[in-house]
């Protein structure tokens, strides 16, 4: 228990490389849908807010991209968030499937976090998957605790919680208890429908893929207007996400007003169009405006 005024709030950065289990987590943590999970890697394309508000506490808890390699202009900004969220949080959470271990290809992450003067949790996620073992963390790293959680099963999400605590400075309440985000509702809708994309979508066509929400109405009493442009960066792309008759876009669609309909609580209208946008994802001020930061 904390003293009387001395209220703990700081900022929890989740990295880690992508399909970690990140924007699983994050939605256990506040137990609240707030990131589209997919089976994909290189789901997440934004840092993402998420409050959690206790009586002695607050926990701004901020989902990342993932780490991971490619050399367009999007796959640079995606890392850049990582690293900014790195630099300006309290404490950063390493997660790290263990399904998959400690690779190699963590080395550029641990670089960058010894870098950082934080204190660094290293988390093993997923062990509903893998026997009982303990993970094998590399000797350079001296992190300030570990542990393993299941976003899945919920093992270990308490335990999480109340190690972070300590390591939050003290501070105020910065947002209000019913807060859970800072962003609009619009940009929750327009990564619904780029989760359902995700997983209905082959290989290639998710990664060309954007969501940009033309209008979202809410005049009406009982029924949210949304349209939205899917963009996509060739004809054949938009062909595929058409599909023969339209028959694709169609169950898009349909999929996608379920999921929003259960976020938003309300009956919507749904209206998707593909459009073809050549280099959207190689334009920086495109991919902001998209939401993408
Ligand atoms: N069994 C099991 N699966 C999990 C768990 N956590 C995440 N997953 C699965 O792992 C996959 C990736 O999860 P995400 O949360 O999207 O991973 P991420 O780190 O946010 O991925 P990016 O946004 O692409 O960087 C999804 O299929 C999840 O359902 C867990 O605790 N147990
Ligand atoms: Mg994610």
């Not at 901020?62 to 300006?88: S, Y």
Request: charged share 25%; aromatic share 8%.
């Amino acid at each position: 228990m904390n003293e009387i005024g001395s209220y703990r709030s700081g900022v929890v950065a989740i990295i880690g490389r992508a399909n970690a289990g990140k924007s699983t987590l994050i939605n256990r943590l506040l137990g609240e849908k707030i990131a589209i999970v997919t089976s994909k890697p290189q789901t997440t394309r934004s840092r993402i807010l998420g409050v959690l508000t206790r009586e002695e506490v607050q926990f701004l808890f901020v989902d990342t991209p993932g780490f991971h390699e490619g050399q367009k202009a999007l796959n640079r900004a995606l890392v850049q968030l990582a690293e900014e969220a790195i630099k300006d949080c309290d404490v950063a959470l390493l997660l790290v499937d263990s399904t998959k271990g400690f690779s190699a290809s963590y080395r550029d992450i641990v670089f960058k976090l010894q870098e950082n003067t934080k204190p660094v949790v290293a988390v093993a996620t997923k062990i509903d998957l893998v026997p009982k073992t303990e993970m094998h963390w590399p000797e350079e790293l001296s992190f300030s605790a570990r542990c393993s959680v299941s976003a899945k099963t919920n093992f270990g999400i308490d335990a999480l919680l109340q190690l972070l605590e300590g390591f939050l400075p003290e501070g105020p309440r910065y947002y209000s208890p019913d807060q859970l985000s800072d962003r609009p509702l619009r940009f929750f809708v327009s990564e619904l429908i780029r989760e359902v994309a995700f997983e209905m979508l082959g290989d290639e066509v998710p990664y060309d893929l954007a969501v940009d929400i033309r209008d979202f109405d809410e005049s009406q009493e009982d029924l949210i207007s949304i349209n939205a442009d899917l963009l996509v960066e060739t004809a054949s792309q938009k062909k595929i996400v058409i599909g023969k008759g339209g028959r694709l876009i169609k169950e898009l669609g349909i999929r996608s007003r379920h999921k929003i309909e259960r976020f938003l609580g309300s009956k919507i209208y749904l209206g998707l169009f593909v459009k073809h946008e050549a280099r959207w994802s190689k334009k920086p001020g495109r991919i902001k405006a998209l939401g993408y930061n």
